[in-house]
């Protein structure tokens, strides 16, 4: 199984500050890379698709790059509403599989 | 609008099944495969695999393979997924979110609100 490896675990951000999250595939998965925002008590958005296509109605602060093996999300300028898990998923091979999940938060 | 919407939390006892539902709409069913997905623990995600409606084709995770059965019916535009011979291990929020197979087959655009089944005797 491809592992995918997530970090940081986890961030704390000052409102308007550029974070960013990053996530190591152990075998080059072509940018068949997702990510998804997820807030407690409820299921996983799509934000990015095929490592840098934003999804409909996901705020352009939002943005995905990478290639290969290793592949990042960036938030430009922090929001009170971006608080909250983000996982990458690859799509490379079956089985897909997740990263470990980054939990962000305001400072 | 697109929405799937699954079943109840469920509280099962160790060794039994449990079978949950995903019912589809705002959209043309068979247009778009179903996956499951598990997440433990508050935080890690499990691909548990997907299943075709319009063919009834499946594709499981290995891990998976012996404990879930997927399947749909096409009339009510509903999914299902049975997990058997259930242990601790399994109590979980379990999710159904769809995908275009022929577009982007792993790119999970919409998702059900979840179900948590919960295994103690």
């Known amino acids: 199984d491809i592992q995918m490896t997530q970090s940081p675990a986890s961030l704390s951000a000052s409102l308007g500050e550029t974070v960013s999250i990053e996530c190591l595939a152990s075998e080059d998965i072509y940018s068949y890379l997702a990510w998804y925002q997820q807030k407690p008590g409820k299921s996983p958005q799509l934000l990015i698709y095929?490592?840098?296509r934003l999804q409909d109605g996901v705020p352009s602060r939002f943005s995905g790059s990478g290639s290969g093996t290793q592949y990042s999300l960036k938030i430009s300028g922090m929001q009170p509403e971006d608080e909250g898990d983000y996982f990458c998923l690859q799509g490379s091979k079956f089985p897909l599989t997740f990263g470990s999940g980054t939990k962000l938060e305001i400072k | 609008q697109v929405k799937l919407l699954q079943s109840g939390a469920a509280l099962v006892k160790p060794g039994d099944s449990v079978k949950m539902s995903c019912k589809a709409s705002?959209?043309?069913?068979?247009?778009?495969?179903i996956h499951w997905v598990k997440q433990s623990h508050g935080k890690s995600l499990e691909w548990i695999g997907y299943?075709?409606?319009?063919?009834?084709?499946?594709n499981y995770n290995e891990k998976f393979k012996s404990k879930a059965t997927l399947t749909v019916d096409k009339s009510s535009s509903t999914a299902y997924m049975e997990f058997s011979r259930l242990t601790s291990e399994d109590s979980a929020i379990y999710y159904c979110?769809?995908?275009?197979?022929?577009?982007?087959?792993?790119?999970?655009?919409?998702w059900g609100q979840g179900a948590s089944v919960t295994v103690s005797s």
């Open positions: 299943i075709n409606p319009y063919s009834g084709g499946t």
């Open positions: 705002g959209y043309t069913f068979t247009d778009y495969i």
């Open positions: 979110a769809r995908s275009n197979y022929y577009s982007s087959f792993y790119v999970m655009d919409a």
């Open positions: 095929a490592a840098n």
